[in-house]
């Protein structure tokens, strides 16, 4: 993905040693190409950033929250939750320490002429994997899963549906 301009970088040029503490603010519009209002991010999303740097090597930890606004996966209520997330990445400044791979699961190369290190598409990454895989209610009475789940285990014998005794012919046909 091509950006002009990076949403969320880090001016590495002149950073001395220590910890140093970032904080952006942003829209999910400011990251082009990522879809992030599709997923539900259509509040503000805080995402703030420390950056380590000891010598030729920067340790960056970079954390996000927001608002991500969703429909129950059972009764399509609206539901919105406060999704936070975390990624921990390293640097490495030009070193012929790393055996000269550019990229890597748990470092990153530098050239040593670099000013920004650019960490749009880690945030983004950071924010889709804090979407939880199914967005049911907690508090809605409309929604049954929890409150049925809560009030029996199974299903009573007396209880029983069409949906269960179909089931119940599935498990003895496979056993």
Known sequence: MYNEKS???IRIAGLADGVHNFDFTCKSSDFAGWQLEDAGFT?????GVVAEKSGDKIDV?????????FA????????SRVLTGSLRLS???????????????EY???????????ITADVCETLLLSLPL???CIDNIDCHLY????????????????WHDSLEKLKNKYR
Do not use: M, W
């Open 91 to 105: 640097y490495f400044i030009d070193t012929s320490l790393c055996g000269g791979q550019s990229e890597n699961e």
């Open 147 to 162: 409150s049925s789940i809560v009030e029996h285990e199974g299903p009573q014998a007396e209880e029983k549906t069409l």
């Open 108 to 118: 990153r190369i530098l050239d040593r002429s670099v000013e920004s290190i650019d």
């Open 43 to 47: 509040r503000v999303i805080e995402v």
């Open 61 to 69: 930890t970079i954390n996000t929250s927001t608002v991500a606004d």
């Open 134 to 136: 199914k967005v049911t």
């Open 7 to 9: 949403v969320i970088g």
């Open 72 to 79: 129950c996966d059972i009764c399509l209520a609206p539901n």
